[in-house]
């Protein structure tokens, strides 16, 4: 079972990798929206359930770990995955992906950006 010291010490492993391996813009949001899942799970009891979040993070870091060739940070997401989430975690999701689109001084999205990160 995961303890609390063990979730805390992961939670540290992953803002310090935050920090080493993500730009400002993205660690930013990134040690966001890890602190917010973390504290949403201290009320949680359910080992397995506690078991499966820390098992995702641990993924999380080894992909943050993974070089790409194509200078890519991270992985998509899979459908299974996708499949398995809620309607309240799909819709933070999509709200997490709009708030990290890049957007003029007047907040509208930027015009050619492609989802990969470049320009079209």
Known sequence: MSSPASLRGLLRTILRTHKR????????????????????????????QLLKFQNAWHSYLRDLHTPNLDQKIGRDLDVEVLQSM??????????????SLPRDEDGKLLPNFTPSGGKS
């Open 86 to 99: 809620s309607d309240d975690q799909k819709t933070k999701l999509v709200d997490m992906r709009s708030s």
């Open 21 to 48: 391996m993500l730009p400002a813009e993205m660690r930013s949001l990134g040690d966001k929206y890890v602190r917010k899942e973390f504290q949403d799970m201290k009320a949680v009891t359910d080992a397995q």
